[in-house]
């Protein structure tokens, strides 16, 4: 049985690189309670003022992540990359220290099936995830793309000209491209919703999802 974990739990992020700095400064915007930790006090001193609780601590000593109370998250990451072998060994420390959430970054496939092994519940590619989106960005059909973990993709892009001034259910962009536009954006306007008979002008952006497959076929149509 999976624990449910709170929406507002508190967050123990370890290792305070760009990705790690990153990740617990919007959880400390997003008003959750985070407890960042790095082995470098320059480090903990430097993102002393962004993040609201930042601590000086070795987490491949569980007696150390003991001391600052580990054991009492119930949500943590592991953002340290430049040791694979001190990613593991915190991973494991976690893992033994019974939190129920455990996130961690990855740096290769076969440190990501490791991380996964030893207990890790999520697994993050950020590297990865970030060369796929830019390669897709600078193809000039894509003004914004995520994929998930099934092969399930939303893109921002130019709507292509056969379903513009019509509604989307004349267009036949979902039977024909097996494409769904789940989001339109009229200038100087926030994006809306599509529904079935939303119009798309010449001067909209829209939001799609699908396969990657058939994301990358429908971008390639003509502009």
Not at 57 to 81: C, E
Not at 85 to 104: G, M, R
Not at 174 to 179: A, H, S
Request: charged residues 25%; neutral net charge.
């Amino acid at each position: 049985m999976v624990e449910q974990i709170r929406g507002d739990a508190p967050v123990l992020v370890i290792g305070l690189g760009r990705f790690g700095a990153a990740c617990a400064g919007e959880l400390d915007r997003l008003d959750r309670d985070v407890l960042a930790i790095d082995e470098s006090l320059e480090l903990v001193q430097k993102w002393s003022e962004r993040v609201t609780h930042t601590v000086q601590a070795d987490a491949k000593n569980i007696d150390a992540l003991k001391q600052i109370g580990a054991q009492d998250f119930q949500v943590a990451v592991v953002a340290v990359g430049s040791s694979i072998e001190a990613s593991v060994l915190i991973t494991a420390n976690l893992v033994d220290l019974k939190v129920p959430q455990i996130w961690a970054k990855a740096v290769s496939q076969s440190h990501g099936k490791i991380l996964a092994r030893v207990g890790a519940n999520h697994v993050i590619y950020p590297e990865r995830e970030a060369g796929e989106r830019v390669a897709h960005l600078v193809s000039g059909r894509m003004l914004d793309f995520i994929r998930f973990d099934d092969d399930f993709v939303l893109a921002k892009m130019y709507p292509p000209k056969f379903i513009r001034g019509v509604g989307l259910n004349e267009s036949g962009v979902r039977t024909k491209y097996n494409v769904t536009v789940v989001g339109v954006k009229s200038p100087g306007k926030p994006f809306r919703y599509a529904e079935a008979q939303t119009v798309v002008t010449n001067h909209d952006l829209i939001i799609v999802s699908g396969t990657n497959s058939d994301i990358e076929r429908f971008a390639a149509l003509d502009r």
